[in-house]
């Protein structure tokens, strides 16, 4: 069984711009949660989509945006990137809930310079 | 507003020894309990969880203990082993949160 892929990988972007990122769940996972990982901050909950619906949103911006297809498949948009938006972002699949045992992709290491 | 806290950023241990890695958490809500164990350029993976009605669960060389009057979980591998090299994330929820809260992680180094 495949798991959880995500692109890019390395992303370097400027400030002010915009960024999406791409997350594939393993097959047959419904929930897919995203989080940002900074040193010393640990995985930062972004938010998480059950069947194209967000069903739960985390401390960020409303610059950080994301949405779910129907094939489960999700992205992750990022506005107006700021230099602390400097992170890796990483994506989990999970059965049907964000609580279940997740299972993560190797992340997107974004760049803002 | 950190829920989850790992204390201590890295630890060192030589190979063969107890590894002994700590969490604590401020929320009384909390009811169940995850360490994750991440290696550069990969994603976290599932190492071991435990509910708040235990108070330790083991699997081979990992062993959780939970200490809810202290609010305090830690993580035991025995012996450490130079593979165990990585960095180590501990993560809690309730139900009714519906999310995972992850502490800042540990960073841990096994020397042969």
């Known amino acids: 069984k495949a798991g959880v892929t995500q692109t890019p990988r390395y992303l370097i972007k400027t400030r002010g711009q915009q960024v999406t990122l791409s997350c594939s769940p393993i097959?047959?996972?419904?929930?897919v949660s995203w989080y940002q990982q900074t040193p010393g901050q640990g995985l930062q909950f972004l938010f998480e989509?059950?069947?194209?619906?967000?069903?739960n949103k985390g401390n960020f911006p409303g610059r950080f945006s994301g949405r779910q297809f129907s094939n489960s498949r999700s992205e992750m948009n990022v506005s107006t990137l700021e230099l602390g938006d400097s992170a890796l972002y990483l994506c989990?699949?999970?059965?049907?809930?964000?609580?279940?045992?997740?299972?993560f992709g190797p992340g997107t290491r974004l760049t803002v310079l | 507003d950190q829920q989850v806290k790992q204390n201590s950023p890295s630890l060192s241990v030589q190979e063969g020894r107890i590894s002994i890695l700590n969490c604590d958490y401020t929320n009384s809500m909390f009811d169940y309990f995850l360490w994750y164990k991440k290696y550069p350029a990969e994603g976290p993976t599932f190492l071991i969880s435990?509910?708040?009605?235990?108070d330790k669960n083991e699997d081979g060389r990992f062993t959780v203990f939970l200490n809810k009057s202290a609010k305090h979980l830690s993580l035991h591998i025995v012996p450490s082993q130079p593979g165990d090299s990585a960095v180590y994330f501990c993560?809690?929820?309730?139900?009714?949160?519906?999310?995972?809260?992850f502490g800042q992680g540990t960073e841990l180094s096994v020397k042969p």
């Open positions: 989990a699949s999970s059965l049907f809930s964000g609580t279940d045992t997740q299972y």
């Open positions: 097959s047959g996972h419904r929930s």
């Open positions: 993560a809690a929820f309730y139900n009714q949160g519906g999310k995972l809260i």
């Open positions: 989509y059950f069947s194209e619906t967000q069903r």
């Open positions: 435990i509910s708040s009605i235990k």
